[in-house]
């Protein structure tokens, strides 16, 4: 076998890597995470309402022209990690004034997003599902994956819902 000579930057670099994806098998704490999404995310509006008798604290994410595209994060009161989190995109399929299908690309972007922060394993199969009309559920190491699909009179509900394991 021959040695294979590394830099110390790429030596550096696989360790993170390894580290992050180290991390991956844990429920990140809420706040950090939020506060990441948040400086990541391309929201039009953004809010993180207390916990109350209904749940715990809630970070939400609004994006697109037509508001379509949206990200939950909710809390672990417990812990103060996250408890799941989800993606939703209302598929208008009939135009409302903002013609069909808006805001795919956002919902798109969130995708990409948080899986490749929560999930990297994943993202082909959650780019494939939410094409479809087919529930589908997969997991990774560290989280569980559910895709719903719920049609609608003029909105086709796509969600995805990543809990940790």
Same mark, same amino acid.
Request: aromatic share 10%; with cysteine.
């Given at each position: !076998?021959v040695p294979?000579k590394?830099s110390t930057k790429t030596?550096?670099?696989l $360790?993170?890597? &390894?580290?992050s994806c180290a991390?991956?098998? #844990?429920a990140?704490?809420?706040q +950090?995470? &939020?506060?990441?999404? +948040?400086?990541?995310?391309?929201?039009k509006?953004?809010?993180?309402?207390p916990p #109350?008798?209904l749940?715990?604290?809630?970070? !939400?994410?609004i &994006?697109g %022209?037509a508001e379509?595209? %949206?990200?939950? @994060?909710?809390?672990?009161?417990?812990?103060?990690k @996250?408890?799941?989190?989800?993606? !939703? =995109?209302?598929? =208008?399929f009939?135009?409302?004034?903002?013609?069909?299908h808006?805001d795919?690309?956002? $919902?798109i972007?969130?995708? +990409?997003v @948080?899986?490749?922060?929560l999930?990297?394993t994943?993202t082909?199969? !959650?780019l494939?599902?939410i094409?479809g009309?087919?529930?589908?559920t997969?997991?990774?190491?560290g =989280?569980n994956v559910?895709y719903?699909? +719920?049609?609608g009179? &003029?909105?086709?509900?796509?969600?995805f819902?990543?809990?940790p394991?």
């Amino acid at each position: !076998m021959v040695p294979i000579k590394m830099s110390t930057k790429t030596t550096i670099g696989l $360790a993170l890597v &390894a580290l992050s994806c180290a991390a991956l098998a #844990d429920a990140p704490h809420f706040q +950090n995470f &939020a506060s990441d999404l +948040n400086n990541v995310l391309s929201c039009k509006y953004t809010k993180t309402t207390p916990p #109350d008798e209904l749940g715990g604290t809630l970070y !939400m994410c609004i &994006a697109g %022209k037509a508001e379509t595209a %949206k990200v939950f @994060v909710n809390k672990d009161e417990k812990t103060g990690k @996250v408890l799941n989190l989800k993606i !939703m =995109w209302n598929d =208008w399929f009939k135009d409302a004034g903002f013609g069909i299908h808006p805001d795919k690309k956002e $919902a798109i972007g969130f995708i +990409n997003v @948080v899986s490749q922060r929560l999930s990297p394993t994943t993202t082909a199969q !959650m780019l494939k599902a939410i094409e479809g009309k087919a529930t589908a559920t997969f997991s990774s190491e560290g =989280w569980n994956v559910k895709y719903t699909y +719920n049609r609608g009179p &003029a909105i086709d509900e796509r969600l995805f819902v990543l809990t940790p394991k």
